[in-house]
Structures are given as structure tokens and as C-alpha cells.
């Protein structure tokens, strides 16, 4: 039902230098990753897979049917994400691989080191000295939807990886420490938002996302956040873009947008009207940040729900 950010489709092996029909394996080694290209030809169950470091997933083709940390099993599609940890074992099956329609997924391992350093520079530069905190990697939100961020920035790494550009540890350097400050980002955000709906006295930042949260559908002035916040605006702007990878407007939207998905497929109520209760100020917008967000009109989207 919803448009997803897909990866680039990537040329498939050639039968004739297939190794093997189930998770077939192409590598790119660089200096601080490994890009691996998995392809699926015929249905298969509990394959396991692991890696000696931590791991990027992203499907690109097909499906695949994922048991991983003792959690249910959930379907793996393109448009996705998965996080492993170095040495976790993913158990994969392949209900509908075939030759008309084969699996396809990536795979970026990267050097501990590396990620280690990144950290170390999120700790460093991206830490104010009233929300100090240290920036990690979890694992309780492992399996996600790409943004346009995130898979820009894998499909950057595929190019590079799978090229034969001299310069290409350095382009990939590049795009990999952003890849992954975004990542931790985006995981610091969800985390904020669950602690801020317990508590909304924890910090500036838990303040600031209930507040959000709690007027989504007013009009919210980002003079009005950095107030709450007791920041300038100039500053309010680059401390919630480094802490969330994301500026204010784009999250207030991205949840305005949520709550109209919910709305959308649960009432029948106007396509306005559903734009004005989710705080938007003018219609048009509305339809274009929606679009842009799921690559479908909120009319659109409300016939598929509808049916």
C-alpha cells in the first residue's frame, strides 16, 4: 500500500556464474567495509547467516521471511532495513524465490574499529553540555523502512563499493560514517519518543518532542520550540537537526502525516478536513507532503484503505 524509498535495482548474476542457487554471494571488499550481494534463485527454509562484524542489510528484490534475536519472524521487503550485530545468527527463509522472481539483498559489514570511531566523534561533537549522552548503537529497533536519507546513501555505497573508481575507499569512508550517524540518530529519536511519553521532565529534548506530540494537531511555530527550549531559533534548528538527523519541520510532518495515514484509512472524512485536524494550515501542503512522504495523494491512499 505504501510507496517505499527503494534501493536501485542491481544487475543480477549471470546463471552461468551462479555458485549456488541459494544466497548466491558477490563481495567488494574496501578498507573499513565489505559489500556483499546476496541472490535467491529457488525456495528454501532456515538458511542461517552471520557475520564477523556488524552488519547493514537492505533488500532489493523479492522476499525473504527473517527469524532473528529469539523475536517472531517477520517479512523482509524491499524498501527495508535490518541492523545485525557482529556474530548474531539470522535464520532466512525463501517462500517465494524463483527464477522469474528471485531474492536480492545487501549486505555492508563494517570494521568495529570504524564504528567505534564514529561513536567516539558523536561524543565529541554532537553532545551539548546539558543533554549529554552517549551515542551507541541498539538493537531494539532493528528492522525498519528506509527514509530518502538512508537509502541515498546505501545506493551511494553500492555504486562506489561495486566500482572500479581509484578513489573509492574514500568516497565510501564518506558516505558509511554518515550512513551510520544517521542510523544511530534515527535510534536516538525513537528512543527519546518512547522515554517522553513516560516522562516529559527527563531533558530539553523530552520537553520538546511531548510538547510536539501534544499539539500535533495545532499549529506548531518552530519560534514557539525554541522558546520551549530556551534556545535562539539559529541554535534550536542545528542542536535538534544534530541530535535526530532530522530538522524540526520534518519531524512535526512526519508525524502529521502518521496521524492522517491513521485517520485516512479509519474514517471518511474530507480530504481537507483530515488536512486541518493534523494541523496543517493549508491544503495543497498537505497533499504535497504527503506525497512526497509516501509517494501517493492522501486520496489515493484513503481509496486502497477503503477497499
Known amino acids: 500500500m505504501e510507496a517505499k524509498n527503494l534501493l536501485h535495482q542491481i544487475e ?5 556464474l551462479l555458485q549456488t542457487r541459494v ?10 567495509c565489505e559489500l556483499n550481494v546476496f541472490e535467491s534463485y529457488e525456495q528454501a527454509w532456515h538458511i542461517p547467516l552471520s557475520f564477523n562484524d556488524f552488519v547493514i542489510t537492505s533488500m532489493v528484490r523479492g522476499k525473504k521471511r527473517m527469524h532473528l534475536f ?6 523482509y521487503l524491499p524498501g527495508e532495513t535490518v541492523i545485525v550485530p557482529a556474530n548474531e545468527t539470522m535464520i532466512i527463509d525463501f517462500p517465494e524465490a524463483s527464477d522469474c522472481s528471485p531474492t536480492q539483498c545487501i549486505g555492508i ?6 564504528i567505534r570511531d564514529t561513536i567516539q566523534y558523536l561524543n565529541m561533537y554532537y553532545n551539548s553540555s546539558d543533554e549529554h549522552h552517549n551515542w551507541k548503537l541498539q538493537f531494539n529497533e532493528y528492522h525498519f523502512e528506509n527514509n530518502n536519507e538512508v537509502s541515498a546513501l546505501i545506493n551511494k555505497l553500492i555504486r562506489v563499493c561495486s566500482s572500479g573508481e581509484i578513489g573509492k575507499n574514500i568516497y565510501a569512508d564518506l558516505n558509511l560514517k554518515e550512513l551510520l550517524i544517521r542510523l544511530i540518530q534515527s535510534q536516538h529519536l525513537q528512543q527519546v519518543v518512547v522515554e517522553a511519553g513516560v516522562s516529559s521532565n527527563q531533558s530539553r529534548l523530552h520537553f520538546v518532542l511531548n510538547y510536539i506530540h501534544e499539539h500535533l494537531t495545532d499549529r506548531i511555530a518552530v519560534d514557539t520550540l525554541s522558546r520551549k527550549a530556551y534556545l535562539s531559533r539559529n541554535v534550536f534548528f542545528k542542536w535538534f537537526r544534530e541530535q535526530f538527523g532530522i530538522t524540526p519541520l520534518e519531524y512535526i510532518n512526519r508525524e502529521r502525516v502518521s496521524l492522517a495515514k491513521q485517520l485516512l484509512s479509519q474514517t471518511n472524512q474530507s480530504i481537507t478536513n483530515i488536512s486541518n485536524h493534523c494541523g496543517f494550515a ?11 512522504t509516501e509517494g501517493i495523494t ?7 484503505c477503503r477497499h
Open 12 to 16: 543480477l548474476t549471470q546463471p552461468k
Open 282 to 292: 493549508d491544503v495543497n501542503y498537505f497533499i504535497r507532503v504527503f506525497k512526497k
Open 109 to 114: 559489514t563494517v570494521d568495529d574499529a570504524y
Open 23 to 32: 544466497e548466491n554471494r558477490r563481495i567488494f571488499n574496501l578498507n573499513n
Open 298 to 304: 492522501p486520496k489515493v491512499y484513503q481509496s486502497i
Open 70 to 75: 529469539d523475536q517472531p519472524s517477520f517479512d
